[in-house]
């Protein structure tokens, strides 16, 4: 039997930047177990973690974060020392349709999550030893003007369902800390972008529409500015933070790659002109850039973040390692695949 050194619950490892970070510890940390617990909304995907499956030093767990039975369960049957908590629902369209899930997941189930972790660790005297590690969004933050950045010390001002719930679950996770002396830290993140996205997210979709000579739409008029942040850069982020930090601290990550929409679409259908360039002979265009088509903006839509992430870099010596169109070919190429293989088994 294997002496696991550390036992890690990692909520929603079947999501996008949850199975980047399964993988990646899973690799890097040979003697610590991940127990995954991933709900598999139609956003969580077992392909995400495949080859894991029989791996020693791993568990899938299905089930809902909301289900104090089971959280309970989990922590009685394994020796849990920390825990890193992706488990959410993400989509800020889907949050204006209708945000009662939001609400189940990001705050009540944050709330079981923590509330577990607090009554066991409580019992076994190791509540300011054992870590609560909360994944969240410079969402939170609201918008910004032209200038400026989010930091750490930025009121929340969240605009959409979404960013509220998350904004609410930092509050709950910033409140045990307070309350109880849980050892518990905060991550907030800009926009992610890699392999194993959800196909509803901008980069997947853009790719996706293009290759099947589709439009690609764009709100309003694509200028919203985001700051865009590689999936595995945000994976070493967290493992350093997790590791490092002190209790109660807040770090922004970003990823100091501030684009509008517009450019970041126009990037990656040059991308793909170059690396597809059958399919384009295919739909008949000479760049997929003529694809683009401009829909109504979404409601609320929050003009721009970016994140000041001057904390994290001075004090654990983080930084961004991934250039944007660097970034951006490779996770161009990995969705190319999938969309091949979709198109195969179709
Ligand atoms: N994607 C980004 O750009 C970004 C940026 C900043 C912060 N974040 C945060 O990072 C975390 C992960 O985001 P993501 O993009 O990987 O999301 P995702 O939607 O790809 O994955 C979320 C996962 O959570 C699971 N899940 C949903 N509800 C659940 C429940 N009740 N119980 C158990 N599992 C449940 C889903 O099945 C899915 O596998 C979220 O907390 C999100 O707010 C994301």
Redesign the pocket.
């Not at 907030?188 to 972008?193: D, E, H, L, Q, V």
């Given at each position: 039997m294997i002496k696991h050194n550390k036992t890690l619950l990692v909520?929603?490892?079947?999501?996008?930047?949850?199975?980047n970070f399964v993988a990646y510890m899973i690799d890097k940390y040979p003697d610590y177990q991940i127990i995954n617990?991933?709900?598999?909304?139609?956003?969580?995907?077992l392909e995400?973690v495949s080859g894991l499956e029989n791996h020693p030093n791993y568990e899938f767990i299905q089930?809902?974060?909301?289900?104090q039975e089971l959280i309970e369960s989990i922590f009685t049957m394994y020796d849990v020392w920390g825990v890193v908590?992706?488990?959410?629902?993400?989509?800020v369209d889907r949050s204006i349709e209708d945000a009662a899930?939001f609400i189940?997941?990001?705050i009540l189930?944050t709330q079981v999550l923590l509330q577990t972790a607090k009554m066991d660790w409580e019992r076994k005297g190791e509540l300011s030893q054992r870590r609560f590690h909360h994944?969240?969004?410079?969402?939170v933050y609201g918008s910004l003007g032209e200038d400026g950045m989010f930091s750490e010390n930025t009121p929340y001002d969240p605009r959409n369902p979404?960013s509220a719930s998350?904004a609410g679950a930092n509050l709950l996770v910033k409140s045990f800390g307070y309350t109880y002396g849980m050892n518990i830290v905060i991550t907030?993140?800009?926009?992610?972008?890699g392999p194993?996205?959800?196909e509803e997210?901008l980069i997947p979709t853009i790719i996706f529409n293009a290759l099947a000579g589709n439009p690609i739409p764009i709100y309003g008029d694509g200028k919203n500015i985001r700051d865009w942040?590689y999936v595995m850069d945000?994976c070493k982020a967290i493992d350093l933070i997790f590791h490092q930090a002190e209790a109660g601290e807040i770090f922004n990550i970003g990823g100091r790659s501030e684009k509008m929409n517009i450019e970041v679409v126009k990037t990656i259908c040059g991308i793909l002109d170059e690396m597809e360039s059958g399919r384009l002979a295919e739909i008949n265009k000479n760049s997929f850039t003529e694809l683009i088509s401009f829909t109504k903006d979404r409601l609320g839509h929050d003009r721009r973040y970016a994140v000041d992430d001057s904390k994290l870099r001075q004090k654990l010596g983080w930084r961004a390692e991934e250039e944007l169109k660097n970034g951006l070919i490779k996770t161009v190429e990995w969705y190319v695949k999938r969309w091949k293989s979709l198109a195969e088994s179709h």
């Open positions: 909520t929603g490892g079947a999501g996008f930047i949850g199975s617990i991933d709900k598999l909304t139609y956003a969580g995907n995400n089930g809902d974060i909301a289900d908590h992706f488990a959410a629902e993400s989509h899930a189940h997941t990001n189930g994944i969240s969004t410079d969402e979404y998350k907030s993140s800009s926009n992610n972008y194993r996205q959800h997210k942040l945000h």
